[in-house]
């Protein structure tokens, strides 16, 4: 799970550094590198130890809410003159379903 | 009477606190706050019990909530009333303590109602407070008040494992909470740490400065409008000009910030309250000991490239006075957005094909200057000795609607109460300034007589009293410099052709290190002001900026000469 | 031993504080009392401030301060005296340049977790990654383990 989410914020984070497909904000792309980072180094934890892997999905997907209500939120506040560009549509449903996984995650550390 | 605000579910710390005021006085109540998550770790707290060992009163709260506080103000009036006549409980702190303690209070001669066992205690562990209270001191043998200080400290940590081990049953308080450990780890990982933290950061800085534009542009634009319709409808007398132009301006100032402040406090208290800014604290802490400070003054330096308003009002959440103070007098050297248009400007007429190098050197050198402003002034005023960095680091919390709000407003009002005057008070000064005496031009006023009259000691420096007027403007806000230079060397248009003959590369780049350097905005002296809370502070941080931006100018000016 | 150069995770009992002037009492009434029982957690991305855990608070402290701090180990021992079925963290490994080297080609570092199966005849240890070593009791008492409370970093 690690893997597949880092990934994907590694992609949404080259959109951006690179300005392809929609994306425009090198610093945003920053942001979602050190995302897809967290996610990476839950993947490459040693998998005898579940807990810490669970620990970088859980703060990664709390993060990743975060990235999404900060989304909206610049959009919301620039309605009139900007459309969602097509790296933030992703960015949304994908902040949530993070969350979604952060939840499992916290439940497995917890027990 | 004293109520003592206990962690329930760490209470140690707390109960040491409880412990040293029962030394003191008898009518002192135990608020355990915080019980709903004590609850759900599966810790269970006999009050009873507490209440017996310690003798006094023992409230349960949850403060968030509100739940209990009742009860707690029913327990302050009831102990209020009844004035409990009997002494507070004793606590032992055995034989050698306890003999010291008899002789010590004997010995102490004090006009002052205090216990005396209380005054021999503090005595013992060398609180200045005894100095000042007693006359009479008697003589110690150092190594011997150290071995009582520690006694007495071990003492009293024996009585809380008592206290704790027959009041507390349930999970073990001493063990840490599994999730708590998890988000440590990820945010304070060898390699994630610091970027989250620059992440966080920057998330933060947009949401205070990005997203909060638009609403500080449409109140500008209303003030504008405003402004115009009193002068539409009073004509263009003196009165229309000073409602217009000093007070509906003045007033806009204020309100321009306050989207700003009330989005930066709401990000700062979704950072407190949830934990995160100890942790901030603690990743970056290695950087800012170079500089003999601690984490805590990264984040507000770094807002400092916002607003410097912003990073003064966020110092709040230092703990340590020493540090507060000069992150607070080294903030202003942090090159905020307002000085970028000025930047800009210059750089483009100027420097037009090596402007972005410019800008990083103009950068770099700020960041350079508040580093060694911190160190001089760390050296200064408290003789060189780094800031310690002992706090303690709190659970991890979800932060309240309620909490948050309460956080941003009672921040936010703080700002507009205090600074707010203080700014309004400098517009109507610079409106005086620019337009008395009357039916004169700019360049009659009392502003530009007054920049004429300064400029002499600016010669050095090779800037004329146009230059030199703009820079007393620039009091106001960085960014009207751009708009008074443009007024003084003949209007829009011409104004960059004007410049750009009249003055010299060399001193347009000294002028630049100035603007970098000289007097912050009233706004960030006004809240120098009222953060500090005191007007030496506000002058010292003014005339300390003048004198490096002077030093910095000439500096550049000379070695600038010298090369070229 | 200063608790500045303790390794992470490891309990220490305080043995003695010697820090002056008024930053001894906040020290003290932390809890860095002599004779209190502290826990070494995770440090800064840049290795200097710690985070110790001090009954079930975490109190931070630069290496400036914990140096001034005496402390001695709680719960380390030789792999000879373990329980069987445990799990153990290796410390350190005495003397001798030979015996280190031949215990890393066995595969036996400072800091790698193990958990001891049985005792007799032999000591025998399994890794983390599942693999089984077989040491003698005389190599087994120059192995310095400890049980580790956290496996955080």
Known sequence: M??????????LAVVHMFKIYGGYDLFLGMVLLVEAGIYFFGFSENPAEEKRKYAHTYVGGIMALWLSIYVVLKWLINLSSAELKLPDLLLIPLGILAFVIARVARRRILS | MVVVVVDALNPEQGLYLLLQVLELRGDVILNLNAVDESKKAGVNVDVKELSKHTGVHVVETVAVTGEGVPKLLDTIVHVYETRPVHSPVFFDYGEKVEFWIQKISSMLDCSRNFPGRWLAIRFIEDDELVNRVCEKL??????LRKELSLELATQRHKHIDVMIREAYSGRNTRKRLPLDEAIDHVLTHRFLGIPIFLAIIYLVFQLTFEIAQPLADFIENGITHLADFITRSLGSGLV????????VEGVGAVLVFTPNIFLLFLAMGILEESGYLPRAAF??????????????????????FGCNVPAILSTRSIPDPKERLITIMISPFITCSARLPVYVLITGIFFPEKAGTMLFLIYTSSILITGISALLLNRMLFKGSPVPLIMELPR???PTLKGLILYMWSKGKHFLQKAGTIILFASMIIWFLSTFPLGTSMEDSYAATLGKFVQPLLRPLGYDWKITTSL??????KEVVVSSLANLYGGQGKFMDNLARELDPVTAFSLLFFIMAYVPCFATLAVVRSETGSTKWMIFTLIYGLAVAYILALMVKTLGGLLT | MKLSEVPQGLRVRIKAVNIEGELRERILGLGFVPGCEITVGISAPLGNPRMYIVGGKMITLRDSEANMIEVEPVGVCTLEETAEGETYVVESIWRGRNFCARMRRMGIRPGMVLKVLSKHPHVTVETIEGARISLKHGEARKIMVSRRERHWQ
């Open chain 1, 2 to 11: 690690n893997l597949l989410m880092g990934t994907a914020y590694m992609l």
């Open chain 2, 138 to 143: 008697p003589s110690i043998d150092p190594e």
């Open chain 2, 240 to 247: 229309s000009s000073f409602i217009s132009e000093g007070l």
């Open chain 2, 283 to 304: 990743v970056m802490d290695r950087i800012m000991y170079a500089m003999k400070l601690s984490g805590r003054s990264f984040v507000s330096l770094i807002l400092g």
């Open chain 2, 396 to 398: 991890y919390r979800r």
């Open chain 2, 472 to 477: 007393i403007f620039g009091m106001a806000a």
